[in-house]
């Protein structure tokens, strides 16, 4: 089984408070040939200066020079990306330990899959809250 690297794209606007930590849970456990790339859109609240203090090779970042929306910040990170496998990230959100070696573990398995959706979990007043996705197997059948 080949190994895969994997782009992780993060668009942001206005996140320095919490840039930085969705930023580090891409990382941890990313291996050597992972990007974490963060495409601003537009800040004005000090993300850049935020993301100018890690220091890690496999960090990219873009910034729009015009505000243009979550979606056009999607677009240009998976422009930027060298890998064919794009995971994505809110600026506002974390990876859970081991997302990345997971991602990459299911793919390297699966081939025959193109994409993934999963579930997620929403802190609400200090109580973690699994969203859920609905229950559709890859071939389509519920």
Do not use: C, W
């Amino acid at each position: 089984m080949a190994s895969r690297s994997i782009s992780i794209i993060i668009p942001t606007h206005n996140r320095a408070r919490t840039i930085a930590r969705a930023v580090q849970s891409a990382l941890a456990g990313a291996p050597t040939d992972a990007e974490v790339i963060v495409v601003d859109d537009a800040s004005e609240d000090g993300t850049r200066e935020v993301l100018r203090g890690i220091d890690d090779p496999r960090l990219a970042y873009e910034r729009l020079a015009v505000r243009s929306n979550g979606n056009a910040a999607r677009n240009r990170g998976a422009a930027m990306a060298r890998s064919g496998l794009l995971a994505f990230l809110d600026s506002d959100d974390t990876f859970e330990a081991g997302r990345v070696g997971r991602l990459l573990g299911f793919f390297g398995a699966q081939p025959r899959f193109d994409a993934v959706a999963d579930s997620f979990q929403v802190v609400h007043r200090k109580r973690m809250v699994d969203a859920g996705v609905p229950a559709i197997a890859p071939d389509g059948r519920a």
